[in-house]
């Protein structure tokens, strides 16, 4: 659970929660059955556009009891220096997406709101 400083936001179709004081976390899922893409090939789709950036890691994790890959990277956006640091997680059907955006100043910042984010994220079958 994020603390009152994350506003929670609707942005074309993802949830993100907005940091006052800088940098959002969001979560987003495309449930449609699909040939089983590996998860990195699935992690270099969202870098799709991204020109300019330097993975700083990429590593296997455990998330909601699958395999999930998070990577973190230096981006630039619009020529501001970013940190990226994506969680790619195939479940049932689903794909979903967790990302962290932070300016660089502040990701260190934000990161153990992300951590706790990820390490509390469950999926919830459909009814």
Request: glycine content about 6%.
């Amino acid at each position: 659970m994020l603390d009152p400083a994350w506003k929670r936001i609707h942005e074309q179709g993802a949830v993100t929660f907005s940091n006052r004081d800088g940098g959002a976390i969001s979560v987003d899922a495309f449930c449609e059955r699909t040939d089983d893409v590996p998860l990195d090939v699935l992690t270099n789709h969202l870098l799709i556009g991204i020109g300019q950036r330097t993975e700083r890691r990429r590593q296997g994790i455990v998330l909601d009891g699958r395999a999930a890959l998070r990577t973190e990277l230096d981006v630039f956006l619009d020529g501001v220096p970013l940190v990226l640091d994506l969680v790619v997680l195939k479940k049932n059907d689903c794909v979903y997406d967790l990302e962290l955006i932070a300016d660089r100043r502040i990701f260190a910042a934000r990161l153990d709101a992300f951590n706790s984010f990820v390490a509390s994220f469950a999926t919830v079958e459909a009814r």
